[in-house]
């Protein structure tokens, strides 16, 4: 199957300051990539699609300003929390669509980043 | 009504059963249906993916759908210990470029 990688795979940081995570597909070129977060014993929730090239759309309650997402190019997608606090502290997860297996689609997740805000 | 419907769990067999997990969706114009895998603090890793009603075949793992009834199961023939986890149903429903996810069903296999 197709692979995805993620940097860094963990990150401590103090409150106030911001955390680039990066999203990278490694053998396929991902038009589309999505950004999810997961609190411990809760269901994945969509953050936002991020489309190569064009802005992401943010999912209803989630703050595209401290959210930032960029999808410079087929391969990278990068999500940046900005001045991130404790509640920000989460197990966030990119994956990739890969359009190309059966001539359908296919997201594959990245190893995810897991987040400590002090 | 939510749009992909998983029963929590957890399911517990025992080790070389049979496990069947089961998820219903809402929208009939659904096209993809995938079934992921997650282990405790990990990421989910794709299991099976199907698009054709009937059954889809992959080494234990058999995965069947029936678009009439909205209905998509997973089978893991000879279960093992290292299969527990939480399977994820997610559904590709017409129109939308994003998964719609179940809230997961956790599986235990005892040895």
């Known amino acids: 199957g197709a692979v995805v990688s993620q940097h860094p795979s963990r990150v401590i940081c103090k409150s106030g300051t911001s955390v680039k995570i990066e999203c990278r597909s490694l053998?396929?070129?991902?038009?589309?990539m999505f950004w999810y977060r997961q609190f411990p014993k809760q269901s994945l929730m969509l953050m936002a699609t991020?489309?190569?090239?064009?802005?992401?759309?943010?999912e209803q309650g989630v703050e595209k300003d401290k959210f930032l997402i960029n999808h410079a190019s087929l391969t990278l997608s990068t999500l940046t929390v900005t001045s991130a606090h404790p509640e920000d502290s989460s197990f966030y997860i990119c994956?990739?669509?890969?359009?190309?297996?059966?001539?359908?689609?296919?997201?594959?997740f990245g190893p995810g980043t897991r987040l400590t805000v002090l | 009504q939510k749009e992909v419907e998983q029963n929590s769990g957890p399911l517990s067999v025992p080790e070389g059963a049979i496990a069947s997990l089961n998820c219903t969706y809402s929208?009939?114009?659904?096209?993809?249906f995938f079934w992921y895998r997650q282990y405790s603090g990990k990421s989910p890793e794709l299991i099976m993916s199907?698009?054709?009603?009937g059954d889809k075949e992959d080494g234990r793992f058999t995965a069947q759908l029936n678009k009439a009834s909205q209905y998509v199961s997973l089978l893991i023939r000879d279960s093992q210990p290292s299969d527990s986890a939480t399977y994820l149903c997610?559904?590709?429903?017409?129109?939308?470029?994003?998964?719609?996810f179940g809230t997961g069903t956790r599986l235990l296999v005892s040895p």
């Open positions: 199907i698009y054709s009603n």
């Open positions: 053998d396929f070129q991902a038009t589309t």
């Open positions: 929208d009939r114009g659904s096209q993809s």
């Open positions: 997610a559904v590709n429903m017409w129109g939308f470029q994003k998964l719609v």
């Open positions: 994956s990739a669509r890969d359009r190309t297996q059966e001539g359908t689609d296919t997201q594959y």
């Open positions: 991020s489309n190569e090239g064009s802005k992401a759309t943010y």
